[in-house]
């Protein structure tokens, strides 16, 4: 099933915001949904780039989530809880996390998940980028930590490194 609805944590939105790669969002997904507990972490400190655009973006608004008792039991943070249930409840959508533990439950419930680098990924399969390499870089220079065999995985993914 083709990824064009997404459940957005704080983290990916901060790394590509922070690595001036957000406009790729809109660009890749036709309904991107903000859970109202990820847009307060994303927007709590004020002098963060995040923090400031978000707010401005057309493409995204917060949204109430409520925490899925089943996600409840794996107590992750609000953000990771309430991505987690609004995919959950909503099958169509797929969950973009890069926290393990919130991905180790999204696992054990069936919940589809992708990562930041992935969507990094999807950008190169879709034509809207060029190369991963550079991408993956920015992402890290942003703070996202990605092992080598990560960034290695996913040029694979992307038709750039055998």
Known sequence: ?????????????IVLFKSGQAELLPRLFNEIQIPQAVWE??????????????????WANPLEVTIHPAIAAWDLGAGESTVL???LENPDYRA??????ARHCARALGIATF???GAIVLAKQRGL????????QQLRDAG?????????LLKQQAGEEV
């Not at 973009?96 to 533990?101: G, T, V």
């Not at 980028?129 to 993956?136: A, H, K, M, N």
């Not at 996202?144 to 290695?152: D, G, T």
């Open 1 to 13: 099933m083709p990824i064009d609805r997404v459940v957005i944590n704080a983290s990916p939105l």
């Open 41 to 58: 972490e994303v927007t709590a400190t004020k002098n963060d780039i995040a923090a400031q655009q978000l707010p401005s973006i057309s």
């Open 85 to 87: 249930s609004f995919a």
């Open 96 to 101: 973009m996390i890069d926290d393990a533990a």
């Open 115 to 117: 990562g930041t680098g």
């Open 129 to 136: 980028i060029e190369s991963v390499g550079d991408r993956l």
């Open 144 to 152: 996202l930590w990605l092992s080598e065999e990560v960034v290695s």
